[in-house]
T-cell receptor
Framework: GDSVTQMEGPVTLSEEAFLTINCTYT??????LFWYVQYPGEGLQLLLK?????DKGSNKGFEATYRKETTSFHLEKGSVQVSDSAVYFC????????????FGKGTKLTVNP | GAVVSQHPSWVICKSGTSVKIECRSL??????MFWYRQFPKQSLMLMAT?????????EQGVEKDKFLINHASLTLSTLTVTSAHPEDSSFYIC????????????FGNGTRLTVT
C-alpha cells in the first residue's frame, strides 16, 4: 500500500541554520505530496504542496521539490527561526483525487536562539 | 483563523465511560470529514471517513462499534469513543474540506483523550 517515510527526529538546530527533513514515499502513479506543520497546541496546517513531478512547493521560506525518480519530497529552509519550532509531517494523497491522506510519522524540529 | 473547530481540546475519563468529540466546520459546508488518531511519536492514522447523511466508512482494523461516528449536518461530525479503556488514550484529530474539487484539507486542533 501507499506509505510515507520521514526522517526520524527530533532535530535541533541553531537559529539561521540550514534545515533539511527527508521524506520518501511509496505509491502507484502520481500522488500529490504535502508538508504539514503542527505548532505546539495547535492542529495541522498545510505548509506547501506539489501535485506533479518536478513541481516545487514553497511557503514561508520552506521549499520542497517533487522528485519522481527518487520518490522524494524533502523539505528545506535556508535559515530557520525559533518560530519554526514545530512538528513537520510529510503526506501523500493517492492519485485519483481521494481526499484521504497518508502521513509520515512526523519530525519534531526545535530551533534554539 | 481556524476554519475547523474541535471540542474538547482535552478530556480525561474513567474506564468504561463514553466520550464524545465534536468537529465543526466554521464557515463552510463539509459533506465529508475525516477522523485521525495519532499515537505518540507515530503518524496520523486515518480511522474513518464521515459522510453527511450516511454511514461512516471505517478503515481496516477500526472497530465500528467502539468508535461511533455521526455526521448529522453539513457542519458537524461527532466521534464517540464508547466504553473507553486506557488503550484508547490518544490524540484524535478531525479534518474537513470544502466541497469544491482540490480544496485543501483543514484540520482541527485535536483532542487529547486520557482514559484512567
Amino acid at each position: 500500500g501507499d506509505s510515507v517515510t520521514q526522517m526520524e527526529g527530533p532535530v535541533t538546530l541553531s537559529e539561521e541554520a540550514f534545515l533539511t527533513i527527508n521524506c520518501t514515499y511509496t505509491a502507484t502513479g502520481y500522488p500529490s505530496l504535502f508538508w504539514y506543520v503542527q505548532y505546539p497546541g495547535e492542529g495541522l496546517q498545510l505548509l506547501l504542496k506539489a501535485t506533479k513531478a518536478d513541481d516545487k512547493g514553497s511557503n514561508k521560506g520552506f521549499e520542497a521539490t517533487y522528485r519522481k525518480e527518487t520518490t522524494s519530497f524533502h523539505l528545506e529552509k535556508g535559515s530557520v527561526q525559533v518560530s519554526d519550532s514545530a512538528v513537520y509531517f510529510c503526506a501523500l494523497q493517492p492519485q485519483g483525487g481521494s481526499e484521504k491522506l497518508v502521513f509520515g510519522k512526523g519530525t519534531k524540529l526545535t530551533v534554539n536562539p | 483563523g481556524a476554519v475547523v473547530s474541535q471540542h474538547p481540546s482535552w478530556v480525561i475519563c474513567k474506564s468504561g465511560t463514553s466520550v464524545k468529540i465534536e468537529c465543526r466546520s466554521l464557515d463552510f459546508q463539509a459533506t465529508t470529514m475525516f477522523w485521525y488518531r495519532q499515537f505518540p511519536k507515530q503518524s496520523l492514522m486515518l480511522m474513518a471517513t464521515s459522510n453527511e447523511g450516511s454511514k461512516a466508512t471505517y478503515e481496516q482494523g477500526v472497530e465500528k462499534d467502539k468508535f461511533l461516528i455521526n455526521h448529522a449536518s453539513l457542519t458537524l461530525s461527532t466521534l464517540t469513543v464508547t466504553s473507553a479503556h486506557p488503550e484508547d488514550s490518544s490524540f484524535y484529530i478531525c479534518s474537513a474540506s470544502r466541497s469544491a474539487k482540490n480544496s485543501p484539507l483543514h484540520f482541527g486542533n485535536g483532542t487529547r483523550l486520557t482514559v484512567t
